[in-house]
């Protein structure tokens, strides 16, 4: 009996002690848990329809959690790029900011400024199996705020130059090529700009939405100095392009020309991004636009003293300077914004172009981007495509960029519709402008 009872005793005692052993482990487990917070919005940065919008996200964190055993990655679902901002500003407010999250344009000259950032400069430096240049330059300068990387880019669209290729027919006109120029706008321009039906009004066009930062971006030039301490709209390249777009603007001999004009078909050229230009050429967005007559995309024209450059936009990536998570939420930004892998999804299942260079200039970027397409519908090609981004142009950040450029442009638009002088508007602009930077 006794021998019985000492027999439970060590059963029961061993019992606790596997109990309280396994109750340490997973305590352990808990503590040695690491859970990443990742800031998200749902939708297109580009403001084009994507119903895909989580599936890169996804996938990159399902990759990721089994290659990091122990770690998970949670987001929130549901939140709308217009409710982004206001989403973020509570969390940071209340301490509670993601360890990684994406970063609006209109965003990141704040954020960036505040230190909500992390600097990632030591990452990059003292991790071997990362190299910059693997990056289009303009993706990457994109995530610089006062030549401090901040962030990374995720994805990017460059502004291509939409032509209605049946017009061009009609009038007897070629496509222009790669190296067109302003000269060759203008004269395509004057040529179909005309009255079609004898009613003594003109009713087909050669621009739309063509505009003076357009022009400016083609033409070598900028609006700020790359401090962001100055305006330069004094410079003969600023003046160039409003001259140039105003000369266009001419043609049309006062005529307002609106969207619904170019999607019946009557203008020639409108900018658009490499996004809309996915979306469009696809169903079943393609039948709700343009699908009247045949239209591609091609660089923009070039000034004299610039090249076929356009503008860049890039979607950032960044790490909350307060992460308690630095080396995995880098590894994560990695597989977000520099595995192949990942960047390749971007192709399948958004809008924009990868920001690698090995990625958006392959032949399997042309064949994914071929398969959403029309048999007969050209691709653009990679390498063209890549050198439009690389070669892109992507205005300085500074804190005060949103609203000293949303002055400008509303201050030269009016220079244009009034049909004040140039050069003297530009000189009083530049110094209103100068003026708020140094408040």
């Known amino acids: ?148 990387q901040y962030a990374l880019p995720y994805e990017t669209v460059p502004t291509l130059m939409f032509v209605n290729k049946t017009l061009l027919t009609q009038e007897g006109i070629d496509m222009p090529g790669e190296d067109w120029s302003w000269d060759d706008l203008y004269e395509i321009c004057k040529k179909v700009t005309r009255d079609t039906d004898g009613d003594g009004v003109l009713d087909q066009f050669g621009t739309y939405n063509y505009d003076w930062m357009d022009a400016l971006c083609s033409n070598g030039g900028g609006i700020f100095n790359k401090k962001g301490t100055e305006a330069e709209l004094t410079d003969v390249k600023v003046s160039e392009a409003v001259k140039y777009v105003r000369s266009i603007n001419e043609l049309y001999n006062g005529e307002k020309i609106s969207q619904e004009d170019f999607n019946g078909g009557r203008v020639a050229f409108m900018p658009l991004t490499f996004a809309e230009y996915r979306t469009y050429k696809t169903y079943p967005y393609k039948i709700r636009k343009y699908a009247n007559f045949q239209w591609d995309c091609l660089t923009m024209p070039a000034g004299s003293r610039g090249g076929n450059i356009s503008q860049v936009n890039s979607l950032l990536m960044g790490i909350s300077a307060n992460t308690k998570e630095e080396k995995m939420a880098w590894e994560f930004l990695k597989l977000l914004t520099y595995d192949e892998e990942t960047q390749m999804n971007i192709f399948y299942d958004s809008q924009g172009a990868s920001v690698l260079k090995n990625v958006t200039e392959s032949k399997q970027m042309e064949q994914i981007v071929q398969e959403d397409m029309e048999e007969g519908d050209t691709v653009i090609n990679g390498k063209l495509l890549g050198k439009v981004i690389e070669e892109g142009h992507v205005e300085p950040q500074f804190k005060k960029y949103e609203q000293a450029m949303a002055l400008t442009d509303s201050e030269i638009k009016k220079i244009l519709e009034e049909d004040k002088d140039v050069d003297s508007n530009l000189k009083i602009l530049q110094r209103t402008i100068n003026g708020y930077l140094i408040q």
């Not at 084009?48 to 987001?75: L, R």
């Not at 199996?129 to 990457?140: G, I, L, V």
Request: glycine content about 8%; proline content about 2%; aromatic content about 12%.
């Open 1 to 148: 009996m006794k021998r019985k009872q000492k027999i439970m005793t060590l059963v029961a005692a061993g019992l606790l002690t596997g109990m309280a052993i396994y109750g340490i482990c997973q305590l352990q487990n808990r503590q040695n848990h690491i859970t990443l917070e990742f800031g998200m919005f749902t939708g297109s940065n580009w403001d084009v329809a994507q119903a895909n919008g989580f599936t890169i996200i996804d996938k990159a964190i399902a990759k990721f959690e089994q290659t990091h055993p122990g770690v998970t990655v949670h987001y929130y679902s549901g939140i709308r790029k217009d409710d982004y901002s206001e989403w973020f500003s509570r969390k940071l407010l209340a301490g509670e900011e993601p360890d990684i999250f994406m970063v609006l344009g209109t965003d990141f000259n704040q954020f960036a400024s505040m230190g909500v950032m992390k600097d990632l400069g030591s990452l990059m430096e003292t991790d071997t199996d990362f190299d910059p240049e693997k990056y289009f330059t303009s993706a990457f300068v994109n995530g610089q705020y006062e030549s401090v």
